[in-house]
């Protein structure tokens, strides 16, 4: 069975990301710190993922990019503040990766809310929460992006191909 080129680049391009976002999910477990480096590697990956992929349906990608940069854009002025610089390149990396599969605004902000609630339900259980809803000590962030990431993306998949039946 032959792998066709496309595919084939799409299939590394996941690859490179995946392994670039889990490399910065450990980093900022052990060492609450993430090099600026690996954020080049997960954001090329996705926005080259982006490009193959829109690619093949232009018009549908199109719409994508202004809610993809408006999510960007509102990581690094709104929320640089609430959590840190690494949180912010993490989720506007993820954004684009989310955009490559045909999600918007929506699906990214929905993977913030997912992010946090699995973030809080953990610390929860944990007893790493205060009485007003702060974390006791601080943890990483980066480790449950992505672990949300794949729930949208499948589910972004998953659309794609109802529409295709």
């Not at 997960?42 to 993809?68: C, H, K, N, Q, W």
């Not at 912010?88 to 929506?106: D, E, N, V, Y």
């Amino acid at each position: 069975m032959r792998i066709g080129g496309k595919y084939f680049v799409q299939c590394v391009l996941i690859f490179i990301f995946a392994a670039a976002l889990s490399h910065a999910a450990a980093m900022d477990r052990k060492y609450q710190r993430v090099r600026r480096g690996i954020w080049l590697w997960t954001g090329a990956a996705a926005v080259f993922l982006f490009a193959v992929r829109a690619d093949e349906r232009l018009e549908e990608y199109s719409g994508a990019i202004p809610e993809i940069l408006c999510f960007i854009l509102l990581q690094f002025i709104l929320f640089a503040k609430l959590y840190g610089l690494a949180d912010c390149f993490a989720f506007s990396c993820c954004g684009i990766f989310i955009g490559a599969f045909g999600g918007g605004l929506r699906e990214c902000l929905f993977h913030m809310l997912l992010s946090t609630g699995i973030l809080g339900a953990v610390q929860f259980c944990r007893g790493n929460v205060n009485r007003y809803g702060n974390l006791k000590e601080p943890k990483a962030f980066i480790p449950y992006i992505a672990a949300a990431l794949p729930v949208i993306v499948l589910r972004l998949i998953r659309c794609e191909v109802g529409k295709t039946f």
